[in-house]
């Protein structure tokens, strides 16, 4: 046996993964369902470094030296199970099994107790930033015990993304955190691609400016504190031209966004924990109303009456002016954004038991992954000096932010309401701000409803104990139900 460590699925992804991990002095064991895209591996790429070719996954595991250490890159789901079968059934305990897929972080719970069960180690790990980063170092979020990174951490090490000379890489805690805190990272991307999709219509409908105009103001914004890679890309992809007819690419690409179900699972098990990660939830919805249909084709031939998003302005300085509040609102949304995606972990993690460091998770999110971005070095540090423990928001630096973008951030939410462009995002995330600073909520109003129609008490703010009044007969006392 040579190989330091094992790759099973050699789609891209994987072979990506197999082909950074030889580039880094690791000699790779593979396998694949099918041999020839192991062979095509080597023919193309051989030359990366060391790798040993296996044709059963008995051979691959015997190619492994112990701590015998294998990466799953198959789908999530069934044949991740049945992948995980076939190589606990060759290893012997001690070994690691790890799964770099995008699984569902329950499945992962589940695995772990399964597999360490058997003596061996299960380590679920998020893998981010496509099959570039697979290449050329992604963002790695690895769970599992704390005995299986020793082993496994200097090879994530070595080939994960570096962030101001840190590799991007960091044990998240037990069993599933590691999918878990994935899960969150994609949740975030799907508030961050919304919002910057919001913002492009804003400009697009709203100002009638053209795709390569937007572009140019998303690559000045790349220059700010909004500079990431989600908005790099957004301003290539804006000047990119259809080959066909010569159009911008953008206009002529179906206007329905897919998705494969981590920012559902967010959001779902934000509602399992009890956090309001609204942002993220308007950013699912969003792409599920796009691929709505028949119900987009039924408002069309309804004819739904409405403003119809077009915004007007007075001259040229207020255009200006307003394509700067975009960016100022865009900025004060994204950091909504993370402070619900780093509550939700939070949340997760006293649920769950891991010690997570959400500073470390803000570190390792700087490079390799698609949220990357300059302003994670700011969430890092906030984290870091404990003002951001209770929420993000109350970080000195964020709380100032928001003060300076506030009045953008109103500006344009009341536009496009005023004005019939949609902006779920931009509009949830401010009265998620304005329901947090609020002292008093309708919820007590909520209460009161729940206790007159099912007597579902309520508490008073002068007393402690339980209370239920009967409402529909007046003059009747209320009643203490308990302390
Ligand atoms: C990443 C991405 C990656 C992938 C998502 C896209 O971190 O590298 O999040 O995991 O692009 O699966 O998800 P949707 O298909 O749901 O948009």
């Known amino acids: 046996?040579?190989?330091?460590?094992?790759?099973?699925?050699?789609?891209?992804?994987g072979s990506n993964l197999a082909r950074n991990l030889a580039r880094h002095g690791n000699t790779v064991a593979l396998f694949n369902r099918h041999y020839e895209r192991t062979e095509k591996l080597i023919e193309d790429h051989g030359d990366d470094g060391n790798f040993v070719p296996a044709k059963t996954i008995e051979e691959f595991v015997a190619s492994l030296t112990k701590p015998r250490t294998a990466?799953?890159?198959?789908?999530?789901?069934?044949?991740?199970?049945?992948?995980?079968?076939?190589l606990a059934d060759a290893m012997d305990p001690g070994d690691i099994i790890v799964d770099g897929g995008n699984s569902y972080f329950k499945d992962t719970i589940r695995r772990e107790k399964d597999i360490r069960a058997r003596g061996l180690h299960f380590?679920?790990?998020?893998?981010?930033?496509?099959?570039?980063?697979?290449?050329?170092?992604?963002?790695?979020?690895?769970?599992g015990t704390d005995e299986?990174?020793?082993?496994?951490?200097?090879?994530?090490?070595?080939?994960?993304?570096?962030?101001?000379?840190?590799?991007?890489?960091?044990?998240?805690?037990?069993?599933?955190?590691?999918?878990?805190?994935?899960?969150?990272?994609?949740?975030?991307?799907?508030?961050?691609?919304?919002?910057?999709?919001?913002?492009?219509?804003?400009?697009?409908?709203?100002?009638?400016?053209?795709?390569?105009?937007?572009?140019?103001?998303?690559?000045?914004?790349?220059?700010?504190e909004l500079n990431s890679y989600l908005i790099e890309?957004?301003?290539?992809?804006?000047?990119?031209?259809?080959?066909?007819?010569?159009?911008?690419?953008?206009?002529?690409?179906?206007?329905?966004?897919?998705?494969?179900?981590?920012?559902?699972?967010?959001?779902?098990?934000?509602?399992?924990?009890?956090?309001?990660?609204?942002?993220?939830?308007?950013?699912?919805?969003?792409?599920?109303?796009?691929?709505?249909?028949?119900?987009?084709?039924?408002?069309?031939?309804?004819?739904?009456?409405?403003?119809?998003?077009?915004?007007e302005f007075a001259n040229d300085e207020e255009r200006k002016a307003f394509i700067n509040d975009i960016r100022q609102a865009m900025y004060a949304s994204k950091i909504v954004a993370y402070a619900q995606g780093f509550n939700e972990i939070n949340d997760g993690a006293k649920e769950y038991g891991w010690d997570i460091d959400l500073a470390a998770v803000a570190r390792i999110w700087r490079g390799g992954c698609i949220i990357r971005a300059q302003f994670l070095n700011v969430v890092?540090?906030?984290?870091?000096?404990?003002?951001?423990?209770?929420?993000?928001l109350f970080a000195s630096y964020f709380k100032d932010a928001i003060e300076r973008c506030q009045g953008s951030w109103?500006?344009?939410?009341a536009k496009t309401m005023s004005c019939g462009i949609p902006a779920p995002v931009f509009a949830t995330s401010l009265s998620y701000y304005d329901a947090l600073r609020s002292k008093r909520l309708p919820a007590c109003l909520i209460q009161s409803q729940r206790d007159f129609f099912g007597a579902h008490t309520y508490g008073r703010v002068d007393e402690p104990g339980t209370f239920h009044t009967l409402w529909a007969e007046p003059g009747r006392p209320e009643e203490k139900m308990s302390d």
């Open 123 to 143: 380590v679920g790990c998020g893998v981010s930033g496509g099959e570039e980063g697979a290449l050329n170092g992604p963002s790695l979020m690895p769970g």
């Open 1 to 13: 046996a040579t190989a330091n460590i094992g790759v099973v699925g050699l789609a891209a992804m």
């Open 410 to 413: 109103r500006r344009v939410v």
């Open 148 to 224: 299986s990174w020793k082993t496994l951490g200097p090879i994530l090490k070595s080939i994960a993304a570096q962030a101001e000379g840190e590799p991007c890489v960091t044990h998240i805690g037990e069993n599933g955190a590691g999918h878990f805190v994935k899960m969150v990272h994609n949740g975030i991307e799907y508030a961050d691609m919304q919002l910057i999709a919001e913002s492009y219509d804003i400009m697009r409908r709203g100002m009638g400016m053209t795709p390569d105009e937007i572009g140019d103001v998303f690559e000045a914004w790349n220059k700010t």
């Open 380 to 392: 890092s540090d906030a984290f870091e000096s404990g003002e951001a423990n209770v929420s993000l």
């Open 233 to 311: 890309i957004t301003a290539d992809l804006l000047h990119e031209k259809d080959k066909k007819t010569g159009k911008p690419l953008v206009d002529i690409i179906v206007d329905h966004a897919g998705m494969k179900g981590t920012g559902t699972w967010t959001v779902q098990t934000a509602l399992e924990l009890g956090t309001p990660v609204t942002v993220v939830a308007e950013g699912v919805f969003a792409r599920g109303l796009s691929d709505q249909t028949e119900l987009r084709a039924g408002a069309a031939e309804q004819n739904l009456s409405g403003p119809d998003g077009t915004i």
């Open 71 to 86: 990466i799953i890159m198959v789908k999530a789901g069934a044949p991740t199970d049945a992948t995980i079968e076939a």
